[in-house]
């Protein structure tokens, strides 16, 4: 039997790089984004996958994509394999995309007080490096969503950047353009999510100048569980952390562990913490996108 490198060959498909959870492909003049089960916490990846869960956040991103393609234009070609490529494996995971040269920033929209944002906030009255009012408890809404990018790392946690360090890496035309599509998607999204009973707290994007036309596009992952902090909206009680549709559970879980400390390897998961995580996964899909 033909190795999967060489099927790989046969099919013209490359493989560009492995990440936490996606790899990266490139076939004639696309990049294949192909979504695996891995999943990761506090930078480490599991050595037990989530059964699933690539096809689970694939399905919630096209949905993504297609909802808020008028707001902005996106990376995405298809999601099915083209004639004469035989990779079963791909099914249900790939997203065919346009070459792009993605910023080197992740911008991170907060509308509530919850994760790194909080824990700026205890410190410095601060969040993103914007002031924000005192007297706020945790998972409190923000008078206004914030946009708090961050500069992406190759290793380790990602740099949170305030505005000003934020507009010299963009500049300030890149800067004002992404701050005002982050913050139109996040507002937007929120709002469909409230009709469906969740709370979008907060959530990460990712853009990129595509290198054919020079536009921004909306790339990577939009809105799931992986990218954003998802709440019941039924059980919301500001003043401590929520319940969650997202891999905020998996922390929580690994946070009991006295014998991990947050660096690789990561930890065997048990089977009821995978099948919960699953689960989590499956009702923001099935929620979301009804």
Known sequence: MDSWSDRLKQAGVHLVRSGKVRDIYRWQEEIWLVASDRISAYDVIMPTPIPDKGK???????????????ICLNHVLGY???????????????????????FPV????????????????????????????AGLRESDKLPEPLFTPARKNNQGHDENLTPSEARAVLGDAGYKELYDLTLRLYTWAAGYAAQRGILLADTK????????????????????????????????APGGPQPSFDKQYLRDYLKTLTTWNKTAPGPELPPEVVLNTKAKYLEALERLSS
């Open 80 to 102: 099915e394999l083209p004639p004469g490529v035989v990779l079963p494996e791909f099914e249900g995971r790939l997203t065919r995309a346009r070459r792009c040269e993605i």
């Open 205 to 236: 994007l990712e853009f990129g100048c595509e290198v054919a036309t020079g536009k921004i596009l909306l790339a990577d992952e939009i809105f799931t569980p992986d990218s954003s902090r998802f709440w019941p909206a039924d059980t919301y």
């Open 106 to 133: 992740e911008c991170v929209a907060r509308g509530y007080l919850a994760g790194s944002g909080w824990e700026e906030y205890r410190e410095h009255r601060t969040v993103g490096g914007h002031r924000v009012p």
């Open 56 to 70: 689970i956040l694939t399905a919630l991103s096209r949905h993504w994509f297609t909802v808020t393609e008028k």
